[in-house]
């Protein structure tokens, strides 16, 4: 459930109506509601309830500094993977104590600050990067609390380029190797070998590869205890899918999850750590966006609107579906027809949506993306020379733009000029 509904004809997000603010603020822009994002921080802390769990959001679904703090005043903790992921949290508040530190590059420079700055745990993902973090950490004379990623070989069912849990993906060390690794981490110094990490894909709409993934990472924290080991915490990894369609059937909810989890790794005494990215903040967020024409080619009529595909990339990349929605609620019985959706940029990629039935729109008309909030904003460009669309957020009444569009100067004057021209 979400907080962006039609009342007396008109699409609202929480208490205000989403047409007042492309007033206020020019289109495109995204919208945010924080009922939302809450209300999806709070499902999952709450199917957690009764193990000792830290939910993790994963920042790089959405890391505007607004959502983050929303989100750190209602208890989560942070999954960043970068650098500039981990200043982002510690700028909005969040204690090193709460931040985990995962993916398959992290460079010196990151490593150092996360361990100057405090961290809750690196999530390992190789055994040259162990060494890395061993080394800076023994330099520092500092112990680095570490968890190793383990590539369960589980196939998440879900789109190639965002499943991770398959033996031939970058990510975690194999499952069958991971008794050598953590004897390897054992034995460096400046480790603290706290627990073990998972996770094998995003947008998963069917809990049987978590439940193949985390029973496997059940038998191995047996394993590691009996190796001498002490596994305190297991991260699980996020993944766990959203409908993007009101037509289709809705993925498992998070109870449904929290209860696979406690069935399947609860009887270990672990503290218990997911990253969830998507759930929290896709259907929280809207991108919001005007006609600019009506266009009838040869058998089609398109859509122009002001967003593009450097605005939301996941139809050009993923073939995503998003539903779009007009802003002003169509009359009942109103014959839907169908549109070619696509943006200004100067490419065919440039396409939201094919042969979409929409009600009759034309030039000015207010349409809304849904499920846009997650892997939205964060995965814009200015290409075409686009300025990056606001963001804003809504909470009850009231709303305020999170991150203002910046102007053609602004832009411009990033650049800088060699000293011969
Ligand atoms: N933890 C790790 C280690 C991850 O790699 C990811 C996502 C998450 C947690 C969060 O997963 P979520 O709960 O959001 O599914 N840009 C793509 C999605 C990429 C996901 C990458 N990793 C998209 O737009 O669909």
Redesign the pocket.
Known sequence: MDHFLYRDGLLHAEDVSVAEIAAAVETPFYLYSTATLTRHFKLFDEALEGLPHLV?Y?M??ASNQAILKTLAAQGAGM?V?SGGEYARARAAGVPGSRIVF??VGKTNAEIRAALEGGIRQF?VESEPELEAISRIAAGMGVAAPVAI?VNPDVDAKT?A??A?GKSENK?GIPIARARAVYAHAAALPGLKVVGI?V?I????TDLAPFEAAYRKVADLTEALRADGHEITRLDL?????IPYTRSNEAPPLPMDYGALIKRTVGHLGCEVEI????????NAGILVTRVIYLKSGEGRDFLILDAAMNDL??PA??E?HHDIVPVIEPAPGIEPQPFDIVGPVCESGDTFARARPMPPLGPGDLVAFRSAG???A??ASEYNTRPLIPEVMVHGDQFAVIRPRPSFDEIINRDTIPQWL
């Open positions: 993790c994963a790089k679904a999954d993977v995962s993916g999530n990623r789109h380029k965002i991770t990510f990490d996770h894909g995003s947008q998963l990894g996020g993944g766990l899918g990253e969830p990215g998507r759930l929290i903040a896709g990339i996941r990349m993923y995503a997650a892997y939205g964060v995965m």
